[in-house]
């Protein structure tokens, strides 16, 4: 079953205080580890700057949204996105799960308590 992560970061003041050739290190050592990632499967559909112009704007500045062909790639990428040291840079938000279509999600709603 298809999962899917849904990520929205800010820039943290470590980030602003890096400079552009601690920024492009960074930016390469993520780059290295995506191919043992896509190789699982893990797919970046979307990634972007978050318009605050829309209705019930995020707090956040950037959004990614992934496509996981299972669980563990999923947990793969998460981990690997950990052991960047991401999350050092950057305040970030994830909500992810298996997808499932307008019907099933209306179903899951219904069945909230």
């Known amino acids: 079953m298809a999962h899917y992560l849904a990520e929205l970061y800010t820039p943290k003041p470590a980030w602003q205080a890096l400079d552009a050739a601690g920024r492009q290190a960074f930016f390469e050592a993520i780059g290295a580890g995506m191919a043992a990632l ?3 499967g893990v797919e970046a559909i979307a990634l972007g700057e978050t318009d605050a112009t829309k209705m019930h704007p995020a707090p956040y ?8 062909p299972d669980n563990a790639a999923l947990d793969a990428l998460l981990q690997g996105i950990a052991a960047s ?9 994830n909500a992810s799960g298996p997808g499932t279509d307008l019907p099933g999600h209306l179903a899951q709603l219904a069945a909230s308590r």
């Open 38 to 40: 896509s190789a699982l």
């Open 61 to 68: 500045r950037f959004f990614a949204i992934w496509s996981f």
């Open 85 to 93: 040291g991401w999350h050092d840079y950057f305040d970030t938000i």
